[in-house]
């Protein structure tokens, strides 16, 4: 592969003319599929966003003191981190002290913001766009969304107020038809009707720009252009309605084309749209092809593409994709609910087995959560499946809609824990410490499939509202644990032992027993190793009498701190006459950047060695 041109930021190609910015959109295709094929990532996204941001830098003038570009979800900046001095380190993207696969402040003075999650760019560039008004400066702020993240309600609440008071942000739409999986809606339909009408397209590009400004035949053909927009592209009238002027749609691949519609945005004084269509998987064709797949993928071969795993997966989402269908089968009150991530979720077999009871709402947590109240107030058993760390977006409607009312809602909480290669924004450690002590919600973490699946058949028996968390990791049934052992609201014994007492809440109840036989087989303690999977209110009697005896406990979680079941689990047992020492083994550092979950398991000490040496020293002081 030919070197990368020597570009140390957007400044640098303000020269290049089309045929060069066609070159170097073919360099950075051939560096982001090299990359993404080393060490994973999100291909199909950046893939179809690389002319949009040549031509973006090319027009705007950004800089530490200049332009700023504020992306959207942040998934698509991998074109933006070439143009902006990170080339050399671009082969170590995703890994452990390497490029994050996001926007991060820290990272470089041409990102404007720590992006991860959806929906927030407008009011990020809004916020920026009003702190330069009264600081007195005169910066571009441009919102770099794609249509994905206008299913988040969130855009609307900034356009709203964007176009009431008139603040001149910009807004680039990068419509590709597509957030992660197809997207969803009302407005998605409205994007299509604006995408087909090429002979619209068509005739703005030919005839407008033959005349002058003043010509009266373009003034008609303007007021004609507003009729015809009006009658058939509701989505223009939409975003005019609300305030912002509406340019497009522009061909995203077509270099002379964006160039023409990004300098009218950059002179345009008002709050506004450009409306760009991009082709998700763009240069590379397995990602052309499937672009769902080729979303966010693990290290793959170039030539061959990203080969799907053979046979039964037995991750926790596979587990649970499983188990959902069968719960679907036996009882017609079973609904479904995702927000874009049905292929994440493991949901995409519901959907497929059940079409009229599968619900995905787009990138929009906080209905999501409202939607399955509603479902079960209207009699249904709605499983809404939402990644730990979007679930933060829903907690009022998780507390006010569901919790408080007691509705039988189950909320399935995916990569809960650590969360690999994805950095900080995606780690799902916080979900304990918020919803433990919201009113009549059981939480559980399974340690295994086979929890999985007693908790699932639990949850449907219930008629108030249960939480299930659980990690992107194998879920293999590897506890020894007799069927009638697995009691899912006590305390598991997993081993017996005279020294400390060990007590696992969800999905490393493997790891502890690994980590207590290790020290046992040295010569060291012994333990009592319990493992549970409720987490409020659970039957502790068995740990109390291990207690009674060893002295000594390590409770053991993959969340944040002694924020989450740790804690009230503490409180539970301090009620015993005999006085006790504890350790909490826990995440203690949720910053720690983007990395391979064994890496962070690692660096936190949670593997094997480092939960052996934890448990070593605590005993040691003690």
């Known amino acids: 592969m030919p070197a990368f041109p020597d570009i140390h930021s957007p400044q640098d190609i303000k020269a290049y003319s089309i045929p060069e910015l066609e070159d170097l959109a073919a360099a950075c295709r051939a560096e982001i599929i090299q990359a993404v094929a080393q060490n994973g990532g999100h291909l199909a996204s950046n893939l179809g966003t690389v002319e949009l941001t040549l031509a973006l830098a090319k027009v705007f003038n950004f800089g530490p003191d200049g332009d700023r570009l504020i992306f959207d979800v942040g998934h698509q900046c991998y074109t933006w981190k070439l143009l902006t001095g990170r080339v050399e380190g671009f082969a170590y993207l995703r890994q452990q002290d390497g490029l994050a696969g996001f926007p991060k402040l820290s990272e470089s003075p041409f990102d404007y913001y720590n992006a991860g999650h959806s929906s927030d760019a407008i009011s990020i560039a809004l916020g920026y766009q009003r702190a330069d008004r009264i600081q007195g400066r005169t910066r571009q702020n441009i919102a770099f969304v794609g249509d994905g993240g206008l299913t988040g309600g969130v855009s609307y609440e900034a356009i709203n107020d964007a176009g009431q008071k008139q603040d001149p942000i910009k807004v680039v739409l990068n419509d590709n038809q597509m957030s992660i999986d197809h997207n969803v809606g009302g407005l998605s339909q409205h994007l299509e009707k604006l995408r087909v009408s090429q002979s619209y397209r068509n005739l703005k590009g030919k005839v407008s720009g033959r005349l002058s400004p003043q010509s009266l035949v373009r003034l008609s053909l303007n007021n004609m252009k507003k009729a015809f927009r009006l009658r058939l592209h509701q989505s223009s009238a939409f975003f005019e309605a609300l305030g912002f002027r509406y340019y497009g749609p522009v061909d995203g691949h077509d270099l002379d084309a964006l160039l023409q519609s990004l300098k009218a945005l950059q002179e345009s004084p008002h709050p506004t749209v450009l409306h760009v269509i991009t082709q998700k998987g763009r240069g590379y064709s397995f990602a052309e092809q499937d672009p769902a797949s080729y979303h966010g993928v693990g290290s793959f071969e170039i030539a061959e593409g990203f080969i799907k795993p053979e046979g039964p997966q037995y991750t926790f989402s596979a587990c649970l994709s499983r188990k959902l269908v069968q719960l679907g089968s036996r009882d017609k009150r079973v609904c479904a609910i995702t927000a874009a991530m049905a292929q994440g979720t493991g949901l995409a077999d519901f959907a497929t087995a059940f079409p009229d009871r599968f619900f995905d709402v787009g990138i929009a947590e906080q209905h999501a959560a409202s939607l399955a109240a509603g479902l079960a107030l209207g009699g249904l058993r709605p499983f809404a499946a939402l990644y730990s760390t979007f679930s933060q977006r829903a907690v009022d409607q998780?507390?006010?809609?569901?919790?408080?009312?007691?509705?039988?809602?189950?909320?399935?909480?995916?990569?809960?824990?650590?969360?690999?290669?994805?950095?900080?924004?995606?780690?799902?450690?916080?979900?304990?410490?918020?919803?433990?002590?919201?009113?009549?919600?059981?939480?559980?973490?399974?340690?295994?499939?086979?929890?999985?699946?007693?908790?699932?058949?639990?949850?449907?028996?219930?008629?108030?509202?249960?939480?299930?968390?659980?990690?992107?990791?194998?879920?293999?049934?590897?506890?020894?644990?007799?069927?009638?052992?697995?009691?899912?609201?006590?305390?598991?014994?997993?081993?017996?032992?005279?020294?400390?007492?060990?007590?696992?809440?969800?999905?490393?109840?493997?790891?502890?027993?690994?980590?207590?036989?290790?020290?046992?087989?040295?010569?060291?303690?012994?333990?009592?190793?319990?493992?549970?999977?409720?987490?409020?209110?659970?039957?502790?009697?068995?740990?109390?009498?291990?207690?009674?005896?060893?002295?000594?406990?390590?409770?053991?979680?993959?969340?944040?701190?002694?924020?989450?079941?740790?804690?009230?689990?503490?409180?539970?047992?301090?009620?015993?006459?005999?006085?006790?020492?504890?350790?909490?083994?826990?995440?203690?550092?949720?910053?720690?950047?983007?990395?391979?979950?064994?890496?962070?398991?690692?660096?936190?000490?949670?593997?094997?060695?480092?939960?052996?040496?934890?448990?070593?020293?605590?005993?040691?002081?003690?």
């Not at 002590?437 to 086979?450: M, R, T």
């Not at 008629?463 to 305390?491: N, T």
């Not at 007492?501 to 020290?519: K, N, P």
């Not at 995440?587 to 934890?614: C, F, H, I, K, M």
């Open 398 to 622: 998780i507390l006010h809609d569901i919790c408080l009312q007691n509705l039988g809602v189950t909320l399935l909480l995916d990569r809960s824990g650590l969360v690999g290669n994805d950095g900080e924004t995606h780690q799902g450690l916080y979900d304990t410490a918020i919803f433990q002590g919201f009113p009549n919600l059981q939480l559980f973490a399974p340690a295994d499939s086979q929890d999985l699946d007693l908790i699932l058949d639990y949850a449907l028996s219930q008629d108030g509202p249960v939480m299930v968390r659980y990690p992107k990791a194998q879920a293999k049934p590897d506890l020894e644990l007799a069927a009638g052992q697995r009691h899912i609201l006590s305390a598991r014994q997993l081993s017996q032992g005279t020294d400390y007492t060990v007590l696992v809440f969800g999905s490393l109840a493997a790891l502890a027993l690994s980590a207590t036989r290790a020290l046992a087989d040295q010569g060291g303690p012994q333990a009592d190793v319990f493992s549970l999977v409720c987490g409020k209110r659970a039957d502790l009697a068995a740990v109390k009498r291990s207690l009674a005896k060893t002295k000594h406990l390590v409770i053991l979680e993959e969340a944040l701190g002694s924020y989450g079941f740790a804690g009230q689990a503490l409180i539970d047992l301090a009620c015993l006459e005999h006085n006790f020492s504890y350790k909490i083994i826990s995440v203690q550092d949720p910053l720690r950047g983007q990395a391979g979950r064994g890496e962070l398991l690692q660096a936190e000490g949670l593997d094997v060695s480092g939960l052996a040496q934890q448990i070593q020293s605590y005993l040691e002081k003690n």
